[in-house]
């Protein structure tokens, strides 16, 4: 069965500061993989999307960036937080192709201070 | 205007009885729809998809989809304490196939 892990599961971080939030997929070939933020009582955010290897689409100019480096791997970086950047992001993963199910990580609770 | 619209509650059920979540979309092309539940400071857990218009049955589930009127619904019948979650509401996008989420709808089941 497939398993998606992502880490850490919150984070404290001071404004400027780096981030790198990591994501792997366990049990499958070639996911599509996704980036997403959840603000406090609002929806989710799609931030960026990737079909594979090197492979990523944003959906939004902002101040973080994506990586795939390997086919079930998938980073979330960013050079210099913003308190803005706060926020439940999450990891998710679906086979590619129409009426795709996203299967979703534990999340990341970040607090940028 | 927003992809995918939900009454954001909170919504106030006693146990036993059904509990009836509504969303509405604007992407007329979209085809698939999913609910999702989310227990508070855990991630999203896909209950219900559906494609076609009409009703589909899952246990105490009923996810509803009317495609002409842009409408999906979720019933959750013989509710529990344990379904008191929020519930979102996604709809594929129809010029990528990406899922356009709601803001959910926040249930509480009173025991």
């Known amino acids: 069965s497939q398993t998606i892990h992502q880490w850490p599961a919150t984070l404290v971080q001071p404004v400027g500061s780096p981030l790198s939030l990591e994501c792997t997929v366990e049990g499958t070939s070639n996911p599509n993989l996704y980036w997403y933020r959840q603000a406090a009582g609002r929806g989710l955010q799609l931030l960026f999307y990737s079909v594979g290897i090197g492979q990523i689409s944003s959906e939004v100019p902002q101040n973080l960036s994506a990586s795939r480096p390997q086919d079930r791997q998938f980073i979330l970086s960013s050079k210099k937080l913003l308190l803005s950047d706060s926020g439940f992001y999450l990891c998710?993963?679906?086979?590619?192709?129409?009426?795709?199910?996203?299967?979703f990580g534990s999340g990341t609770q970040l607090s940028v201070l | 205007q927003k992809e995918v619209e939900q009454n954001s509650g909170p919504l106030s059920v006693p146990e036993g009885a059904i509990a009836s979540l509504n969303c509405t979309y604007s992407?007329?092309?979209?085809?698939?729809f999913f609910w999702y539940r989310q227990y508070s400071g855990k991630s999203p857990e896909l209950i219900m998809s559906?494609?076609?218009?009409g009703d589909k049955e899952d246990g105490r589930f009923t996810a509803q989809l009317n495609k002409a009127s842009q409408y999906v619904s979720l019933l959750i019948r013989d509710s529990q304490p344990s379904d008191s979650a929020t519930y979102l509401c996604?709809?594929?996008?129809?010029?990528?196939?990406?899922?356009?989420f709601g803001a959910g709808t926040t249930v509480t089941v009173r025991a």
């Open positions: 998710a993963w679906s086979v590619p192709g129409t009426g795709e199910k996203l299967f």
């Open positions: 996604a709809g594929e996008r129809s010029n990528d196939y990406k899922l356009s």
């Open positions: 992407d007329r092309g979209s085809q698939s």
């Open positions: 559906i494609y076609s218009n």
